[in-house]
């Protein structure tokens, strides 16, 4: 006989980040220092601030994930360490980490990475179901209007094309690190939007699946696994793809964000390919 674990407490130091995250976000903070004041070689200290950055962004995405499933009664998370922001704890550091960063670095758009697992069975609320699925995305909206917020008060600096030159609307003081927040802030919204797309095994998917029959829920979750493949595709091989950063760029252009000024940022994090 078998008995399921009933998780009744939690454990000592759940909540306590670990040094894991604690190290990820020093090199952001070490690393955007260097950027701003041109401390050493330049394009690489903006790909560390830019990755980091990044990870930070994709632990608090989980870490949102398990906070409202925990205080939704899976009180499991907090076993497998997933409220102490280690992303080595996911599911599949893999899927959650490397890919995204992989993608991140060569394709310049925010992958949505693995999930932590959510015990479901201790979740008594399609609502709650919702929420804990909407909880990333809303947290990569919220880090989204902090990366941007200097570009909407007017602080950092526009960057335009004007006969084929790079003109600077405003201050071109450390122009580096501005370039690579608004990558940053460009990253955060791709990521929202992949997020919300209503695709199997995608945070958008598991919004709505609370809302299916249980027939159409064994079939979305058989899909599931998948999600990513149909993503690539729709992305990569439709027209989706161009109305995709049709959006994005939409809404950066609104937070303020200068197409130029972002395209700038992510060219400067490919260090090895320019001088």
Not at 236 to 251: A, K, M, P, S
């Amino acid at each position: 006989m078998t008995y399921e674990p009933v998780y009744t407490r939690t454990p000592r130091h759940a909540f306590v980040p670990s040094p894991v995250f604690v190290g990820i976000v020093a090199v952001f903070v070490v690393s955007g220092w260097m950027t701003w004041t041109g401390f050493g070689n330049v394009r690489v200290d903006v790909f560390l601030f830019i990755v980091a950055g990044w990870l930070v962004s994709l632990c608090l995405h989980e870490y949102a994930h398990a906070l409202i499933g925990y205080f939704s009664g899976d009180r499991s998370v907090a076993e497998r360490g997933y409220l102490k922001l280690n992303p080595l704890k996911y599911t599949s550091p893999l899927l959650s980490i490397v890919l995204p960063v992989v993608v991140v670095v060569l394709g310049g758009i925010g992958l949505p990475g693995g999930a932590v697992w959510i015990d479901h069975r201790y979740i008594n609320s399609k609502v709650k179901d919702s929420l804990i699925s909407a909880a990333g995305p809303l947290t990569n909206v919220v880090l989204a209007l902090i990366c941007a917020f200097p570009f909407l008060i007017g602080v950092g600096p526009t960057l335009d094309v004007v006969g084929g030159q790079l003109v600077a609307g405003g201050s071109s003081d450390h122009l580096e690190f501005w370039a690579a927040l608004a990558a940053l802030a460009f990253l955060q919204v791709t990521a929202t939007i992949l997020n919300l797309l209503p695709i199997p095994g995608l945070d958008g998917g598991s919004i709505l699946s609370p809302w299916m029959s249980p027939a159409y829920q064994r079939a979305w979750n058989l899909f599931a696994p998948y999600g990513f493949i149909l993503l690539f595709l729709l992305l990569w091989q439709t027209r989706i793809g161009e109305w995709f950063f049709d959006l994005v760029y939409w809404i950066t252009d609104r937070l303020g964000l200068s197409q130029v000024l972002i395209q700038v940022g992510l060219e400067l994090m490919r260090f090895w390919s320019g001088s």
